[in-house]
């Protein structure tokens, strides 16, 4: 194999230990020791007409209550749409070594069966913003991990913003 293909077989494997880590589950009062900002956050990534092989997502997460969020994902991948409740847990490192400043994680119902669902939302870099496939700049990063990423699980990336604060 070549130095390229090792490389994104060593990312994968990290994400996927950092999403099997994430899932591991945490007392009460650990939960909401990340909770979650009341700023709703809006994200995802916009490919038109599959150019780049992937389809359009996008993501919607609401703090619900201390160490709850609730989300909407529509459109992964010709999935259909998820909807559900995420609990806080600790951001643990993820895609080369981010650690996302925010991680939320659930079993919730997407492509018609119960699978995990990992979500991590961090900043971007002040001089690399995040830009979707538009070229588009946002402040924050978000992966969404969708079921076991050791066994045929889904990585959406994308950009994303946090509603101004009041």
Not at 46 to 54: A, E, F, I, S, V
């Amino acid at each position: 194999m070549g130095e390229t293909t090792m490389r994104i077989l060593s990312t994968i494997f990290t994400l996927g230990l950092a999403a099997l880590i994430a899932c591991l589950p945490l007392s009460a009062s650990a939960q909401t020791k990340f909770d979650f900002p009341a700023q709703a956050f809006d994200g995802g990534n916009y490919d038109p007409q599959g150019k780049n092989g992937r389809e359009s997502w996008t993501i919607s997460l609401r703090r619900r209550a201390p160490g709850k969020v609730d989300f909407d994902l529509d459109n992964p991948r010709d999935v259909p749409a998820s909807h559900g409740t995420l609990t806080s847990i600790d951001p643990k490192p993820g895609y080369k070594g981010m650690v996302g400043k925010y991680a939320l994680s659930a079993k919730a119902s997407v492509a018609g069966k119960q699978q995990k669902l990992l979500v991590m939302v961090t900043p971007s870099p002040k001089d690399a913003l995040c830009e979707d496939t538009r070229r588009k700049k946002y402040s924050q990063a978000i992966l969404v991990f969708i079921g076991d990423m050791e066994d045929g699980g889904r990585m959406l990336y994308g950009c994303g913003e946090f509603e101004e604060e009041q």
